[in-house]
């Protein structure tokens, strides 16, 4: 088929056609893309308000703010700090539930899965607040926890540093990990059945296949779901936002809340410093996409 | 019947589906009770829906709101899959080294992430008068390279013989699109609609920066500001995310499958 394809002489009307397919999507991504971040870059090394920019004294200046700027130290220490710790347990439990529901011998196997996979249909916004009812000081699970004995008064969760840390992670979990689990399914359903029996007969046990089998033939999906996530929490803004409101004291802001503050946030227009920050954000995607290229490129 | 050795596993799936659906039950019961039971701990249906409904009437235009978000998504999801469609099928069906060359450069946007393009962007909206409309909300996120790589992906398929076939008959090159390529490639749409609407309805960060006109907000941004305030009314908070939610809970309900081909897309 494809050298066929190559063979074919291909007219004059038919190349511009092709041309001409490609254009609306790439001036546009052009446009909405590559020449604003390109922009960003330049006003990084401005310091003014929105209407006058001038080029900030010493240029660099915005960028040496950073490095003396605490909040935004925590905003990252925060988003790497939900990134270590709930991805991994976010695809190891992906794909433990995905190794259980490929199972044909399960029963409810559509029921379960439909379940696991519902928090994706809820808004970022909603299941923050949703979390954030939840686990108010008056709240469901404080008057349970009360009830039970465990707790003798209500406790702060989202005023407590610590714990409020801990609600965005368990939040993230429930949202992401059914979506995560998709990909795993897809993995495992084209993992033929015969390569599973032909352990069974060499005599594997169920953990031996699992860890020498599934596990190798799933690496590119671990690869990608994981690239996804970090790029994902690298990114967290809206649960930073509603859940939390990145309180307290700055303790569970994120790098993308704090440069929303700075740009957007009550009143401070801070464009120049914004968009130094948000270049160090830009330096951590591009690196991993980086990754995900080189790691790509040796699957095919 | 059920296999003995598959209890745990049972157990197991059924824990993690109550913790993942109880609180979209709550959300639902709340809804109906006043925030004093909601506080309470009462985790059943209670009778105050309508009240929960018209105070959050009284101090917010819900359906106004409902509105905006059902015409943003809807207008961003004809679009955006039509400008992809065009592309994907454009580099897959008509590649040459060139176009080749240009879908890699393309596939650059993907490292950038929306928090650095948002200043520049927003001056542009402001520049061409675009803020607090559809322009604004959608230009942005009409073109991704996520879109563009799913039609690609799922052109690789389509039988080449057949627009041979219909050139000998004379058929434009963008007739074979519109009248051949996209009827067979209906559920490569249904996917890419499907997943595009719930990110253009759950989108948060971009409307709030470039929709300022409360008339233009969408439901994300209704909903996060009903929260704002010292004291939180539960009961209408949830009424308001009710309404939210449900949208794309009937669209995952109805669609799950292609929900699920195209949240995986790109990825054969």
């Excluded at chain 2, 909601?38 to 106004?64: E, P």
């Amino acid at each position: 088929m494809e050298k066929k394809k190559r063979g074919m002489s291909i007219t004059a009307k038919q190349k511009t056609a092709g041309w001409l397919f490609l254009t609306p999507a790439t001036v546009l991504l052009v446009i909405m893309s590559f020449y604003p971040i390109i922009q960003a870059v330049f006003t990084s090394f401005k310091t003014g308000s929105s209407a006058n920019m001038q080029w900030a004294n010493p240029l660099t200046y915005n960028y040496s703010r950073m490095f003396a700027d605490t909040i935004f130290q925590t905003a990252m220490k925060n988003t790497f700090l939900y990134l270590i710790i709930q991805v991994p347990i976010m695809l190891v439990l992906a794909m433990l539930l995905a190794q259980l529901l490929n199972n044909k011998d399960l029963k409810f196997k559509g029921f379960f899965r439909t379940c696991v996979f519902l928090p994706c249909a809820t808004s970022l916004v909603s299941y923050s607040l949703i979390f954030k009812s939840l686990f108010a000081t008056q709240g469901l699970i404080n008057t349970i926890l009360v009830k039970l004995g465990i707790f003798a008064e209500n406790y702060n969760f989202l005023g407590t540093p610590t714990s409020a840390k801990v609600i965005i992670i368990l939040a993230l979990l429930w949202r992401w990990t059914g979506y995560n689990m998709v990909f795993f399914l897809a993995g495992l359903q084209n993992i033929e059945y015969s390569v599973y029996e032909a352990a069974k007969i060499d005599g594997a046990s169920s953990w031996q296949t699992f860890w020498h089998i599934t596990v190798p033939l799933l690496k590119p999906t671990i690869v990608m779901t994981a690239i996804m996530s970090i790029n994902g929490t690298l990114q967290l803004f809206d649960e930073s936002v509603n859940l939390t409101s990145g309180g307290p004291a700055n303790a569970t802001i994120t790098m993308s809340h704090y440069i929303y503050n700075n740009s957007f946030g009550n009143g401070v227009a801070n464009f120049g410093y914004a968009s130094a920050l948000s270049f160090i954000v830009f330096i951590f995607v591009a690196v991993l996409a980086f990754i995900n290229m080189k790691v790509g490129d040796t699957r095919d | 019947m059920i296999q003995r050795r598959l209890i745990p596993s049972y157990i197991f799936l059924s824990i993690v589906s109550f913790i993942s659906v109880f609180p979209l039950f709550w959300m639902v019961t709340a809804a109906t009770n006043n925030t004093v039971d909601v506080a309470r701990g009462k985790i059943w249906f209670g009778d105050q829906a309508a009240v929960n409904l018209s105070n959050l009437l009284a101090g917010q235009d819900l359906w106004g709101a409902l509105g905006n978000s059902f015409f943003y998504a809807g207008v961003q999801t004809i679009v955006a899959i039509f400008v992809c469609s065009l592309a994907g099928y454009g580099f897959e069906l008509y590649h040459d080294k060139y176009k080749d060359k240009l879908f890699s450069v393309l596939l650059l946007a993907m490292m950038v992430p929306a928090v650095a393009t948002m200043i520049p962007l927003f001056k542009m909206m402001a520049k061409c008068g675009f803020l607090n409309t559809v322009w604004a909300f959608m230009l942005p996120t009409i073109s991704t390279p996520f879109l563009i790589m799913m039609f690609r992906q799922n052109s690789r398929n389509f039988p080449v013989d057949v627009i041979e076939a219909a050139r000998i008959d004379g058929l434009s090159e963008f007739k074979i699109f519109f009248q051949m390529y996209m009827p067979i490639q209906r559920s490569t749409y249904a996917a890419a609609a499907v997943i595009t609407f719930m990110n253009s309805w759950n989108a948060y960060m971009w409307p709030r920066v470039v929709m300022t006109d409360n008339r233009a907000q969408t439901m994300p941004m209704l909903i996060a500001n009903l929260a704002a305030g010292y004291t939180v009314d539960y009961g209408m908070l949830m009424m308001g995310v009710l309404f939210c939610t449900v949208p794309t809970i009937i669209i995952f309900f109805i669609l799950q499958k292609q929900f699920a081909e195209g949240i995986t897309g790109a990825v054969k």
